[in-house]
C-alpha cells in the first residue's frame, strides 16, 4: 500500500487523535507504534467505540483502546494467506526487527456481507428545510439531487443494504411533489404516506403512526446519511434494553486561537495553544421502541430530543451509540451539498 504513514498512529497519540487518522485514512484501523516504530497494537472505530462506552475519555492515550495483540505478517505471501483466511481490512508486514515496513490489502475482499436486519423505517419529511433556501422554494428538501439522486433516496437505499425495506414517510411541506416523485420511481420503493395538516417538528409527526409497530423501528431525519455498521448499531439497542439510541457523531474541532482558564483574582490556572475540541452531535438518527409513539401527544408540535428528554425523565433508558465523524453526512446546510456529493462520487 501507497503512504502508509496514514495508517501508523504513535504510542503517544490520543484517542481524539487516532479517530481523525482513522477518518483521513479511511479505512477504519490504525497501527500504533512506539518510538523505534515497533508494531505495539491496533486499533480500529469499533475498538474507540467499546473504549468511550465503557468510560474512556477522548483525551487518553490509544494504546488503552487499542488491542495489543494484533495480526502481523513477515512477507507478503504471508500476508495474502493471513488476509484470505479471514476477513481482515488491513495485514501489517513487519520487519525481522519489529518494525511497520509495509502494509497489505488487496481490493475486493475487504467488504464484509451485510446481515438482513428487516426493520421498519420512518423518515420525517415533512419540514420546509429553510437553511437550504432557495433551492426548497422549488424543491421540498428531501428531493434535492446530491449527485445523481435525491438525498432521501440515498438514505433508502442505505437502509436497504440491510433489507430494511419497509419506509414510512412523514410529510408536509410540498407533499404532492414528494408523492409524485415516487409514483414514477423505477425502484418501486414499499413506501407508506402519513400526512401533517400542519407542522408538528421533529418528533409530533410520530403520533401518526401509532399502533403501526410492534417492534424496533429506525426513525432518521431526511437530510443526514449514515454509512456506520447499522448491525451494531441494533445489536447494541437490544443488549442494554434501552427505549431510545440516539446515534451521534464525534465532531473534532480545532479552536484558532490561544485558550485560556481564569481563576479567582484573574489567576491564569490553565492555557491551550490552538485546541483540538471533541464532543458529541446529534445525526438525527434513532433506533426507537413503539411504546414511544404512544407517549406522544396527536397534532402537537414537539422535537424529538424532547420527547427523548420526557423519557428520561420517566426512567426510562436512552442511551448514545458513538460513531466517527467520518460516517456521518449532513445536508442541512448549502456548504455541506458539495462535500456530500464530493464523498459520494468523488470529484
Given amino acids: 500500500m501507497n503512504d502508509i504513514q496514514k495508517f501508523i498512529g504513535q504510542g503517544t497519540c490520543t484517542v481524539s487523535e487516532a479517530m481523525r487518522q482513522i477518518d483521513n485514512n479511511q479505512r477504519g484501523i490504525l497501527f500504533v507504534t512506539d518510538e523505534s516504530n515497533k508494531l505495539i497494537g491496533c486499533i480500529t472505530d469499533g475498538d474507540i467505540r467499546r473504549f468511550l462506552l465503557a468510560g474512556g475519555k477522548m483525551d487518553e492515550a490509544a494504546i488503552e483502546a487499542a488491542n495489543r495483540s494484533p495480526k502481523f505478517a513477515k512477507t507478503v505471501g504471508e500476508a495474502k494467506l493471513l488476509y484470505d483466511k479471514r476477513n481482515y481490512i488491513v495485514i501489517p508486514i513487519l520487519g525481522d526487527d519489529g518494525t511497520v515496513v509495509g502494509l497489505y490489502d488487496e481490493e475486493g475482499h475487504k467488504l464484509k456481507r451485510r446481515n438482513p436486519l428487516n426493520i421498519p423505517v420512518v ?9 437550504l433556501d432557495p433551492f426548497t422554494r422549488v424543491l421540498p428538501k428531501p428531493l434535492i439531487p446530491v449527485g445523481d439522486m435525491p438525498i432521501i433516496e440515498h438514505i433508502m437505499q442505505e437502509y436497504q443494504a440491510y433489507s430494511c425495506n419497509e419506509f414510512h414517510i412523514i410529510v408536509n411541506y410540498k407533499r404532492e411533489l414528494m408523492k409524485a416523485y415516487f409514483t414514477d420511481n423505477e425502484n418501486n420503493y414499499d ?12 418528533g409530533g409527526g410520530l403520533s401518526l403512526l401509532k399502533g403501526k409497530f410492534s417492534d424496533t423501528f429506525f426513525f432518521a431525519n431526511c437530510d ?36 485560556v482558564e481564569m481563576g479567582v ?8 495553544e490552538k485546541p483540538l475540541m471533541s464532543f458529541l452531535t446529534n445525526t438525527g438518527i434513532y433506533i426507537v421502541e413503539p411504546e414511544v409513539i404512544d407517549d406522544i401527544e396527536d397534532g402537537v408540535s414537539i422535537g424529538f430530543p424532547d420527547i427523548i428528554e420526557k423519557e428520561r425523565q420517566k426512567g426510562k433508558k436512552v442511551a448514545v451509540f458513538p460513531v466517527s465523524e467520518n460516517d456521518w453526512m449532513d445536508m442541512g446546510q448549502l456548504p455541506e451539498l458539495e462535500k456530500m456529493r464530493i464523498k459520494l462520487y468523488g470529484e
Wanted: proline share 3%; glycine share 10%.
Fill in 265 to 272: 483574582n484573574g489567576i491564569i490556572e490553565s492555557m491551550q
Fill in 123 to 131: 423518515i420525517n419529511a415533512g419540514g420546509k428545510g429553510t437553511r
Fill in 224 to 259: 443526514a446519511l449514515l454509512t456506520a455498521n447499522y448491525e451494531s448499531m441494533i445489536k447494541f439497542h437490544k443488549e442494554n434494553g434501552n427505549i431510545i439510541t440516539m446515534i451521534c457523531a464525534y465532531k473534532n474541532m480545532n479552536i484558532p486561537y490561544g485558550v
Fill in 191 to 202: 413506501i407508506r404516506w402519513y400526512i401533517e395538516e400542519q407542522p408538528l417538528g421533529t
